[in-house]
């Protein structure tokens, strides 16, 4: 005699409501969340750009601007200024004096916008960024970056060019030399900028500027000081 239905299904619930069927169904399940966890996680973090991966996104200038919090200049902007500059004479720093402080530098005029090549012109001189204004550019900020170092002794004494910035204060005078001529700027603020602020150093401004800011490197975003002086005038 055959069994019937209810029997076959009593006989198949059974073995599978054996503990051994049970405790295997729960490793397998258990296996299958551990993998599609796993997966879903490489996924995302394959969605997720690096630091590495953005900068390797951006062009040289893009690159620049993001790790000095410098306002970016369009392509479009360096072709206009090139054509307003075309009829007036670019007048570079030469030198940058603050005798309250004891400095007497160099200035270097590079015009790459290459990381590795900027951070080589720091070891010799400050360095104005490549995108800001000229000596007397109206409407223009004049950037000059500097290392800074508070180690004790250092063989290259440019990497302590802008040492003790943040003690000026306002009204202090900032000299800049090209050729045989002084440009004379006071000091109007002093602050430290925050690696992690979004706050851009603007190139525009309201009459003429010179900004100088410490530098470890081009490429990295550090804290920095950061001295504003309005220009006061030529041979004073």
């Not at 551990?34 to 973090?45: D, H, Q, R, Y």
């Not at 200035?107 to 010799?124: F, G, H, M, Y």
Request: hydrophobic share 45%; proline share 4%; charged share 20%.
């Amino acid at each position: 005699m055959e069994p019937n239905r209810n029997d076959k299904i009593s006989t198949i619930a059974g073995a599978l409501f054996q503990p051994q069927i049970l405790l295997r169904l729960l490793f397998l399940w258990i296996a299958v969340v551990v993998v599609g966890t796993l997966l879903l996680i490489g996924t995302a973090s394959r969605g997720i750009l690096t630091d590495d991966d953005v900068s390797a996104l951006l062009t040289e200038n893009e690159r620049l601007a993001l790790a000095t919090n410098v306002a970016l200049v369009s392509r479009v902007q360096q072709e206009e200024a090139q054509v307003a500059g075309q009829n007036l004479p670019a007048v570079f720093p030469d030198r940058l004096i603050v005798k309250s402080l004891g400095i007497d530098l160099p200035v270097s005029n590079p015009q790459t916008r290459n990381i590795e090549a900027l951070d080589a012109e720091l070891k010799s001189a400050a360095v104005r960024y490549p995108d800001s204004a000229t000596l007397g550019e109206q409407g223009g900020n004049v950037l000059l970056f500097g290392h800074s170092s508070r180690l004790p002794i250092v063989r290259n004494p440019l990497y302590k060019a802008f040492n003790d910035i943040e003690k000026l204060e306002n009204g202090d005078i900032i000299e800049v030399v090209s050729g045989g001529d002084v440009y004379s700027y006071s000091v109007s603020n002093v602050y430290q900028a925050s690696a992690a602020s979004n706050d851009r150093i603007a190139l525009s401004v309201p009459g003429h500027r010179i900004t100088l800011l410490t530098c470890d490197s081009f490429g990295k975003r550090t804290d920095r000081w950061v001295v504003e002086a309005e220009f006061i005038g030529t041979n004073i």
